[in-house]
């Protein structure tokens, strides 16, 4: 390899790694620098002459003209019969400048230069990967899917850099293919031995909020903030809003006409249900609108124990609830405040319909009950365990679970 091959080839892995020309011809100098104080243990006398526009590379080894006899360093000094080969005017004292040609070094210098300058010019690239994500952490990000794997994907930049979005940071419902186009939020960057690993997430709540600012023109410019995003990752979601504009509603801005500003939102999540409420400082008023759909009654708060008993009427309780218990564990986390739900009147209540444990019970089990006649959680308790075995194809085990949940309701 010669010396314009040498640097014809790095001036394309320059262009590929988007490394700035000025960048490139600076290590080019150093790495040369560096080889040539190797062999002569100096470079003080060597001038390298680096043209930034045509990429062209020269390097002068300036030597002094001394008496044959007192001729000591080659590397800076010429006899003064070999200079006057050069030029007959030429005289003792005098420095005579010659152009070195890359191939002159050897082969295997000029593979050991190669190697260096692919190692500075990778280490160049990590510290440039590690920096523009560093400060992009928190933002969203689009990539082409590349591989996947069991435990994460590996994703490509549109200058080719490899993120990764771990299988922990992915909604459940999640799939995606090769060539696959993604989005998600930056959301950490980790260095693991030398290299820069960026890891992005479709789970984290800033990536809802990063969503809600390119969907909604309010909350991009600031006119809504968002106050709090608490998730359970392609389920439910619950967005606390407020406006400092009276004429602006939060909610309404958020959800768009019809909906239309909310479902591009959902369709990213994966249909994950978004609450959104208005933001307040009234605790109470807070928990309520926290426990949407489900109307409370009242709402009953210990300060100290940061509990709140809300009480509802029976029909509300499995829409505070939840299904898998979503919609009360957001509620919590929201407002900061551990909700216990009651059921109004519920001392008074002489009997309670089973469709009242969907919350508690799987539908086939209470579907099994109802095919035997029993419609009420009186009904049940009134039979034996045994009598309910026989009757029923539920388990003995499933039935004694049955009956503790409908007991606790009557104690």
Known sequence: MNGLNLIESFQDFKEFKNIDRVTMMSILEDVFRGMLKKKYGTDEHIDIILNVEKGDLEIWMNREIVRDEELEDEGTQI???????????????????????????????????????ISRVLELEKDNVYKKYKERIGEIMTGEVYQIWKKEILILDDEGNELILPKSEQIPSDFFKKGDSIRAVVYKVDLRNGTPVVILSRTSPVFLERLFELEVPEVFDGLITIKKIVREPGERAKVAVE?????????????????????????????????????????????????????????????????????????????????????????????????????????????????????EIDAWIL?????????????????????????????????????????????
């Not at 006057?84 to 002159?104: A, Y």
């Not at 939060?250 to 994966?270: D, F, N, Q, T, Y």
Request: glycine share 6%; net charge negative; with cysteine.
């Open 79 to 117: 006899a003064y019969s070999e200079a006057v080969k050069i030029e007959p005017d030429f005289e003792i004292g005098e420095e005579v400048s010659e152009k070195v040609e890359i191939d002159d070094f050897g082969r295997r210098n000029i593979l050991a230069l190669r190697q260096n300058l």
């Open 243 to 359: 406006s400092y504009d009276d004429r602006i509603d939060p909610v309404g801005a958020c959800v768009g006409m019809k909906g239309s500003r909310i479902h591009g939102i959902v369709r990213e999540l994966r249909n994950e249900n978004i609450d959104v409420i208005n933001y307040t400082n009234n605790n109470q008023l807070l928990i309520t609108r926290a426990l949407s759909p489900a109307k409370i009654t009242s709402v009953s708060l210990d300060e100290e124990t940061k509990r709140a008993e809300v009480y509802l009427k029976p029909d509300q309780v499995s829409l505070a609830i939840g299904k898998g218990g979503h919609n009360i564990k957001l509620a919590s986390k929201l407002t900061g405040y551990e909700i216990d739900v009651y059921r109004e009147g519920a001392e008074d209540i002489d009997d309670v319909d089973l469709d009242e444990f969907t919350d």
């Open 367 to 411: 579907d099994e009950l109802k095919s035997i006649g029993c419609d009420t959680a009186r009904s049940v308790l009134d039979l034996s365990v045994e009598d309910l075995v026989k009757r029923t194809d539920l388990e003995e085990e499933t039935i004694n679970e049955v009956v503790r949940i409908l007991k606790s309701e009557f104690e």
